[in-house]
T-cell receptor, first 113, second 114 residues
Framework: EADIYQTPRYLVIGTGKKITLECSQT?????MYWYQQDPGMELHLIHY???????EKGDLSSESTVSRIRTEHFPLTLESARPSHTSQYLC????????????FGSGTRLTVV | AQTVTQSQPEMSVQEAETVTLSCTYD???????LFWYKQPPSRQMILVIR??????QNATENRFSVNFQKAAKSFSLKISDSQLGDTAMYFC???????????FGGGTRLMVKP
């Protein structure tokens, strides 16, 4: 079944560690997105990609980086995690045509201690 | 830039009753899409219903329907015969026809009570 997968589901990590949040989709979608969801549940776009080798920063400034080497894979990396990075991170993808909406992954809940 | 406003941070409804969640948006565009997403506790966000702005007929998906008022820039979600499984955060979202970038509202937390 076509879907979008995020790993890990939960992560607790110490300050200063490098981490990579994985996101993969099996739908062949060109467009992929990363959202940060704060405790109040509001969603903030932090990165997006319109295809292989395309990455852009979103509305909310983030110290994370992303890469898009393969269509199906859109990992997010934090070089040095800090407590302020504690949040839920949601990955999503969409078809090229507008209007179909996004398909979301289950999210990664990150806690930096 | 477009904005999406959900004025009800929290709502509750008794099981089997009907509830309406409000959403307003601001745009100068004429062609766009509107969506309602549901995020159950600790679960995946899923698309509930969508509306194309050029269609006057309100979208319906089983117990979920919308009241789309284009002139008023209003897009409310009605849930009929509420079920316990409807307990979730609900997000209203807007997308320009040409942009394919979703803008989300702040969300409404809905609690269905037995």
């Amino acid at each position: 079944e076509a879907d979008i997968y995020q790993t890990p589901r939960y992560l607790v990590i110490g300050t200063g560690k490098k981490i990579t949040l994985e996101c993969s989709q099996t739908m062949g979608h060109d467009k992929m997105y990363w959202y940060q969801q704060d405790p109040g549940m509001e969603l903030h776009l932090i990165h997006y990609s319109y295809g292989v080798n395309s990455t852009e920063k979103g509305d909310l400034s983030s110290e994370s980086t992303v890469s898009r080497i393969r269509t199906e894979h859109f990992p997010l990396t934090l070089e040095s995690a800090r407590p302020s990075h504690t949040s839920q991170y949601l990955c999503a993808s969409s078809e090229h045509n507008p209007g179909g909406g996004y398909t979301f992954g289950s999210g990664t809940r990150l806690t930096v201690v | 830039a477009q904005t999406v406003t959900q004025s009800q941070p929290e709502m509750s409804v008794q099981e089997a009753e009907t509830v309406t969640l409000s959403c307003t948006y601001d745009t100068s565009e004429n062609n766009y899409y509107l969506f309602w997403y549901k995020q159950p506790p600790s679960r995946q966000m899923i698309l509930v219903i969508r509306q194309e702005a050029y269609k006057q007929q309100n979208a319906t998906e089983n117990r979920f329907s919308v009241n789309f008022q284009k002139a008023a820039k209003s897009f409310s979600l009605k849930i009929s015969d509420s079920q316990l499984g409807d307990t979730a955060m609900y997000f209203c979202a807007f997308m320009y026809n040409a942009g394919n970038m979703l803008t989300f509202g702040g969300g409404t937390r809905l609690m269905v009570k037995p």
